[in-house]
Every structure is written in structure tokens, then in C-alpha cells.
């Protein structure tokens, strides 16, 4: 089994900044796709993000590109998602997803690990 936990959430204003973290436990990969995920009150969970286990392949959902950033530490234990110019159609539940590939997917029914989500609020 791998664990992931999402933490970071939290409440901001227009045009602030947040940072994501997913913490990987239990047994990891050696190379795996990792992907950030959200969803918003009444609608479906959406694509974020997304970043191979080398970090040298990203993929970024339009609605998020030149905002957000996906970023991985060098133990490949941890991954990122740095947050900036925050809009208020950005609050959600995020969630970090994981799989055994080294690739970027988008999909949701890709991925086989999936955290328990961290609330993001951005006020007006």
C-alpha cells in the first residue's frame, strides 16, 4: 500500500499564494506519474497537474498554467503545488493522486493512489 496525504490548505484572499504539499509513505516507486486534482462544491473532480517521477516532464491544466507550479523534492518523497494569483473559481478540495508510471497523465482513472484532499478557499 502507498499512503498519500495532502496538507497546505487553507483560506486566502484574491491574488494570494498557497503551497500544496502530498507526502508519499508506506511503498513508494521507483519511478511513478504523480497529479493534482480538484474539486469544486457541485461539480466533478478536474485535472491540475501533473509530473513524471524525474520532474523533467510537466503538464498543466489551461485553466492553472503560468499560476501554478508542480515540483517534486529530490527524494522523490514529497511533491509540490505551488499556488499563485489565487482566483476565487480556484476553491476546492485538492487532491494528490499517484501511479506507477513515468509519464504525465491527466486522467483521473489513471492513477491507483489517491490522498484525502485539502481544502482550498479563496475569497473575493
Known amino acids: 500500500q502507498v499512503q498519500l496525504v495532502e496538507s497546505g490548505g487553507g483560506l486566502v484572499q484574491a491574488g494570494g499564494s498557497l503551497r500544496l504539499s502530498c507526502a508519499a509513505s508506506?511503498?513508494?516507486?521507483?519511478?511513478?506519474?504523480v497529479g493534482w486534482f480538484r474539486q469544486a462544491p457541485g461539480k466533478e473532480r478536474e485535472f491540475v497537474a501533473s509530473t513524471n517521477w524525474r520532474g523533467d516532464k510537466v503538464y498543466y491544466a489551461d485553466s492553472v498554467k503560468g499560476r501554478f507550479t508542480i515540483s517534486q523534492t529530490s527524494a522523490k518523497n514529497t511533491v509540490y503545488l505551488q499556488m499563485n494569483n489565487l482566483k476565487p473559481d480556484d476553491t476546492a478540495v485538492y487532491y494528490c493522486?499517484?501511479?506507477?508510471?513515468?509519464?504525465?497523465?491527466?486522467?483521473?482513472?489513471?492513477?491507483?493512489?489517491w490522498g484525502q484532499g485539502t481544502q482550498v478557499t479563496v475569497s473575493s
Open positions: 493522486a499517484a501511479c506507477s508510471r513515468d509519464n504525465v497523465l491527466s486522467r483521473e482513472n489513471e492513477y491507483d493512489y
Open positions: 508506506g511503498r513508494t516507486f521507483s519511478s511513478y506519474a
